[in-house]
């Protein structure tokens, strides 16, 4: 394994990963738009289509409608996302 392919491999793994901890609720949705935009940045040469789009729809886990208004993704959204991406996981 190249160290690219670790690169990629972490990212989709701690996107599943972060998804699950906010879900509950061991991770604020905060840490992890942070984390994934870390991610992005430093990953963003050598990762493939499946690690970048689960990064991408980990970052901006955090948004809001507008100030003290409810997340633009709701829980059950997260969720179904996550659901998503283990599958895709299963499936590479």
């Known amino acids: 394994m190249t160290p690219q ?3 990629k491999k972490y ?3 701690g996107s599943v990963r972060c998804r699950s901890n906010v879900l509950d609720g061991r991770l604020t949705r905060e840490a992890a738009d942070e984390w994934a935009v870390q991610q ?3 990953t963003e ?3 493939d289509e499946s690690a970048a789009r689960a990064l991408a729809l980990l970052a901006g ?3 809001r ?3 003290g208004a409810p997340y633009l993704h ?3 959204q997260v969720s179904g996302r996550l659901d998503e991406l ?3 996981r299963a499936t590479s």
Request: without cysteine; glycine residues 8%.
């Open 5 to 7: 392919d670790g690169a």
């Open 40 to 42: 992005m940045h430093l």
């Open 86 to 88: 283990r599958a895709r």
């Open 11 to 13: 990212a989709r793994f």
């Open 65 to 67: 409608h507008g100030p």
């Open 61 to 63: 886990i955090d948004l």
């Open 45 to 47: 040469d050598d990762t």
């Open 74 to 76: 709701s829980d059950e």
